[in-house]
């Protein structure tokens, strides 16, 4: 079955980075699309960084020139790279791939970012 694991956050400081790994089994990983997804308390979830089968990038406003998603076909993985990191990046960030109309979701990474 589907399997998406996420890892690789944790608490920093404002001005610091992380970097957000999503381990995946089950399906084709190099066909699909994959999503970083966050949501904050109180907030719904939000697409916050796109990479396509070929490796083109979409970006929220709110990340673009901070974040960057990359994808690792032979490991079967995508990742996040957050740089200067604001509190109002504070989120779980969720690892997500549409597949057969079917959307799976990993169990998320608290993301907080101190001020």
């Known amino acids: 079955q589907v399997r998406l694991v996420e890892s690789g956050g944790g608490l920093v400081q404002a001005g610091g980075s992380l970097r957000l790994s999503c381990a995946t089994s089950g399906f084709s990983f190099s066909l699909y699309a994959m999503d970083w997804y966050r949501q904050a308390p109180g907030k719904q979830r939000d697409l916050v960084a796109s990479i396509s089968m070929s490796g083109t990038t979409n970006y929220a406003d709110s990340v673009k020139g901070r974040f960057t998603i990359s994808r690792d076909n032979a490991k079967n993985s995508v990742s996040l790279q957050m740089n200067t990191l604001k509190p109002e990046d504070t989120a779980v960030y969720y690892c997500?791939?549409?597949?057969?109309?079917?959307?799976?979701w990993g169990q998320g990474t608290q993301v907080t970012v101190s001020s």
């Open positions: 997500h791939v549409m597949r057969v109309s079917v959307n799976y």
